[in-house]
């Protein structure tokens, strides 16, 4: 089946660590995205991961894959006032061409 | 390099009336694809364009329909609107969906 799970929220202080969670149930999904979506826009690319990788790090960010648990998460080191927006976790379904699954988007609030 | 451009921004329409979105994808990207963004129910996936053709459409009635032209560009069409359609509509266009959408900053239909 296709489905996304995230957790709606997550509220952290100016600084810390930022670490949004994802699960997916297509087992044929091979490549794994995180958008960001700040508020009135669209959907900005931050980064993405291809299903035969576990880890890939760009800058503050860091993605884990854990295939067996089919369960992605996305780390923001040192979080920013500016990081606060919705992030959402996609899945490219591989048997249906270019076709994105969204999950539900978690809602990062930072605090100075 | 201009983005994924939509128009109008915002849109009002009346109940029972058709709406006509637009979508002008990145020089060079054949593909485009088309999301409902509706308050609590995330990203739906609508509809897949690609070289003129439809490839996949999500599980929406058939009132909701579009095209794509020689250019690439992209109308989403809405017949015979209902309250429950207003949402902010997301256009996105890719070369190659494994590297992920570019997607533009959204039409925001109102129905009344």
């Known amino acids: 089946g296709e489905d996304v799970e995230q957790s709606l929220f997550l509220s952290v202080r100016e600084g810390d660590s930022s670490v949004i969670n994802c699960t997916y149930t297509?087992?044929?999904?091979?490549?794994l995205y995180w958008y960001k979506q700040e508020p009135g826009a669209g959907l900005q690319l931050l980064t993405y991961?291809?299903?035969?990788?576990d880890m890939k790090q760009d800058q503050r960010l860091t993605v884990l894959l854990n295939k067996k648990d089919k369960h992605l998460s996305l780390r923001i080191a040192d979080t920013q006032t500016g990081d606060s927006a919705i992030y959402f976790c996609?899945?490219?379904?591989?048997?249906?061409?270019?076709?994105?699954?969204f999950g539900q988007g978690t809602e990062l609030s930072v605090k100075p | 390099e201009a983005g994924v451009t939509q128009s109008p921004t915002h849109l009002i329409k009346t109940r029972g009336q058709q709406a006509t979105l637009r979508c002008s994808p990145i020089?060079?990207?054949?593909?485009v694809y088309w999301y409902q963004q509706a308050l609590g129910l995330g990203l739906q996936f609508l509809l897949w364009?690609?070289?003129?053709?439809?490839?996949n459409r999500g599980n929406f009635p058939p009132r909701f329909s579009g095209r794509q032209f020689p250019n690439y560009s992209s109308e989403l069409n809405v017949n015979a609107l209902e309250l429950e359609d207003s949402a902010l509509y997301l256009c996105?266009?890719?070369?190659?969906?494994?590297?992920?959408?570019?997607f533009g900053s959204g039409t925001r239909l109102t129905v009344v």
């Open positions: 991961i291809f299903s035969n990788m």
């Open positions: 364009y690609d070289e003129g053709e439809e490839r």
């Open positions: 297509d087992s044929s999904s091979t490549y």
């Open positions: 996609a899945e490219l379904i591989r048997d249906q061409g270019g076709k994105l699954i």
């Open positions: 020089s060079g990207h054949t593909s």
């Open positions: 996105a266009s890719s070369s190659r969906a494994i590297w992920g959408y570019t």
